[in-house]
C-alpha cells in the first residue's frame, strides 16, 4: 500500500497513515478469523459467540480513526493529513483479504497439509538423539478434561 500511494502521487504523510492504518485492521481480520483456530468462523457463532470480541474491535477502531484524524496525535505518528476515502476502501480490502487468506489457510491444513507432515514429523521424531527430546510435563490432575461439563465442575 505504501509504494502504490508512492505511485499514485500520495504525500509521505498520507502514505504512511495508510500503512499504519493497513496494519492494524488487518490484524482486526486476524483477529475475528482466529477466533476458532480449527473451524470456520464463516458462522452466526462468530458474531452472536463473545460479545467482548466486538467491544475491543470497535474500541481499537475507534481508536485508530482517533490516531488518523485528532491534530497532535497523528502528528506524534508523523501522518498529520489524515487519509482519503479510497484509503480507507484500500484499507478494507486488505482486511478482508487477510480474513480470507486465513481462512483458507485453515480449511487446507489439516485435510490437505497435515497428512503430509505428521509422518515426517513422526520420522523426525524417531530419529533425533535422544537428548534433544524435551521431557514431557506431568501436569496435576485437575478433572477439568474428563468430560466434564462446564456445570459439573461448579
Known amino acids: 500500500m505504501f509504494e502504490w500511494g508512492h505511485q499514485q502521487g500520495l504525500s509521505l504523510a ?6 499504519f492504518n493497513v496494519l492494524v485492521f488487518s490484524e482486526i481480520g486476524y ?7 480449527k473451524v470456520t468462523s464463516f458462522s452466526v457463532r462468530t458474531l452472536t459467540g463473545n460479545p467482548w470480541c466486538w ?25 498529520p493529513e489524515g487519509m482519503l476515502g479510497i484509503q480507507w476502501a484500500r484499507v478494507v480490502v486488505c482486511m478482508v483479504v ?5 481462512e483458507v489457510e485453515k480449511a487446507l491444513v489439516d485435510p490437505v497439509l497435515m497428512p ?7 520420522w523426525i ?3 533425533t538423539p535422544s537428548w534433544l527430546h524435551m521431557p514431557k510435563l506431568s501436569l496435576p490432575d485437575c478433572n ?3 468430560g466434564n461439563t462446564r456445570k459439573e465442575r461448579h
Open 31 to 37: 483477529s475475528i478469523t482466529t477466533r476458532f483456530i
Open 125 to 127: 521424531g524417531a530419529h
Open 98 to 102: 487477510v480474513y480470507i487468506t486465513v
Open 14 to 19: 498520507l502514505r504512511r497513515a495508510e500503512a
Open 144 to 146: 477439568c478434561h474428563k
Open 116 to 122: 503430509v507432515v505428521r509422518p515426517v514429523l513422526d
Open 55 to 79: 467491544v475491543s474491535i470497535a474500541v481499537t477502531a475507534a481508536l485508530q480513526v482517533l490516531l488518523t484524524y485528532v491534530p497532535g496525535l497523528n502528528w506524534f505518528f508523523s501522518m
